[in-house]
């Protein structure tokens, strides 16, 4: 099944306590984002990758890392996890077909994380 | 650079009854549009999307959305809803030039069907 994966689905942690999001697409896509989605602001984007070896900062950034060494896993990093990162994080892929902002995204299925 | 406004942060219907979710969008360019669904603790999935073509564009479960370019509004309808319709819905933009994936969301629309 086409599917993007995320893990954990639910953690708790502490503030500092570095910790790693995974997440892994099984669709060959070249495209990869994380965003974060929190009530009344919707989703918006913290990183994003092109291909393997390119990534860029989306509109929220500040906090997390992201790298990109194999085509199919993009994970999500909190070196020092704070309060205001408590979210509820997807990851989502896509196939790029030359068009751009036409391609569809398929999501995972939600981290949900809290920084105590 | 683009952005959207979803008018509504909240719809309670009840079943059986029509419903209009609105979207407005703003753009220096011309754009594609899209709606996506999220289900109670699901991620996000594809509901329809405009590219090109009709401004009148069908979706799954019986939604549908038209493109309105004098209004820069991309609205999403269904005639009669059912209970398993209610879901956070969100709309979507992003450029047609430059190649760029960038896609901007709305802060969604929390539809709730009642019986």
């Known amino acids: 099944e086409a599917q993007v994966t995320q893990n954990p689905r639910y953690l708790i942690t502490v503030t500092g306590k570095k910790l790693t999001v995974t997440c892994s697409q099984n669709m060959n896509h070249e495209y990869m984002s994380w965003y974060r989605q929190d009530p009344g602001l919707g989703l918006r984007q913290i990183y994003y990758?092109?291909?393997?070896?390119?990534?860029d900062k989306g509109d929220v950034p500040e906090g997390y890392k992201v790298s990109r060494k194999e085509k199919r896993n993009f994970p999500l990093i909190l070196e020092s996890p704070s309060p205001n990162q408590t979210s509820l994080y997807f990851c989502a892929s896509s196939i790029r077909t030359g068009k751009g902002g036409a391609n569809v995204l398929t999501f995972g299925a939600g981290s949900r994380l809290t920084v105590l | 650079a683009q952005s959207v406004t979803q008018l509504d942060s909240q719809v309670p219907v009840f079943e059986e009854a029509p419903v209009e979710l609105r979207c407005n969008y703003s753009s220096s360019v011309s754009v594609y549009l899209f709606w996506y669904v999220q289900y109670p603790n699901q991620g996000l999935q594809l509901l329809l999307k405009?590219?090109?073509?009709?401004?009148l564009v069908k979706g799954i479960n019986g939604f549908e959305a038209e493109f309105n370019k004098s209004q820069t509004s991309f609205h999403l309808r269904k005639p009669s809803v059912h209970i398993s319709d209610t879901a956070e819905y969100f709309c979507a933009v992003s450029g047609r030039q430059g190649g760029s994936e960038k896609l901007v969301f709305g802060k969604g629309t929390k539809l709730t069907v009642n019986p």
């Open positions: 405009y590219l090109s073509g009709s401004t």
């Open positions: 990758s092109m291909n393997v070896e390119v990534t």
